[in-house]
């Protein structure tokens, strides 16, 4: 280098927005290193500025020189591509390093993108399956709170709260109260219908079934529902 010799080491976030012709002449204009470093990134900024923008200016001084050019010689630099429909902020996004014969591409980026993309997928199905888990689950449960039927257990009619049903090795019901009445009691034709549970629409409809079974007895004692 010359003494008065200018560099301008620079990122993509400059020269994808100021061409080259505007940044020689910020150089030029400028009276020191500092105050091309200033215009330049406001320049860049005031086109859009959609990159990070680091500006470097290095001015080479002959230490015999007593007086310090304030005109700078730059060394002009070509990363964009001037055409209206290039996208350079993703085209040098994939510039790993700068070579003699134009930028050499590497797939860190697109690599990223695609591990990015999946993993949002993988996250986006798995909070998918909870959500309708939780659905089913609350759905389920509020259902089974609601519902009501008579039928019998061990040979006794009850009132049942839930659904008339297993799901596996898990019952969909449970006892609300035992009448005190035994299967024996009532009338054979309607077993079956106990057995494959009396439904109700709640609970004093349930309790009003049980008073009205039709008895084996022409007499019979008034059922007693306990808890």
Do not use: W
Not at 14 to 38: F, H, M, N, Y
Not at 49 to 75: F, H, K, M, R
Not at 190 to 213: C, F, K, N, V, W
């Amino acid at each position: 280098m010359a003494p008065d010799d200018t560099v301008l080491l620079c990122s993509d976030g400059l020269t994808g927005v100021v061409d080259d012709e505007t940044i020689v002449a910020t150089l030029t204009t400028s009276k020191t290193p500092a105050q091309a470093i200033d215009a330049l990134i406001a320049k860049a900024n005031q086109n859009g500025g959609p990159d990070n923008v680091t500006v470097l200016v290095l001015t080479y001084e002959d230490e015999d020189s007593a007086v310090q050019s304030t005109v700078p010689i730059p060394i002009p630099i070509r990363s964009r591509h001037d055409r209206p429909d290039s996208d350079f902020a993703r085209d040098l996004g994939r510039v790993g390093m700068l070579g003699r014969s134009g930028p050499v591409y590497t797939q860190t980026h697109d690599s990223d993108n695609s591990m990015r993309s999946i993993f949002t997928r993988a996250l986006t199905i798995v909070l998918g399956i909870s959500l309708l888990l939780g659905v089913i689950i609350g759905g389920g449960q509020f259902l089974l709170s609601r519902s009501v039927y008579v039928g019998v257990d061990d040979g006794e009619v009850v009132i049942f709260r839930g659904v008339n049903a297993d799901l596996g090795p898990v019952a969909l019901s449970r006892v609300q109260e035992r009448s005190g009445i035994m299967l024996d009691e009532v009338m054979a034709y309607y077993h079956p219908i106990l057995e494959a549970g009396r439904p109700a629409t709640d609970l004093s409809e349930a309790r009003r079934l049980l008073l009205d079974l039709p008895r084996t007895s022409t007499d019979p004692p008034p059922g007693q529902i306990r808890n």
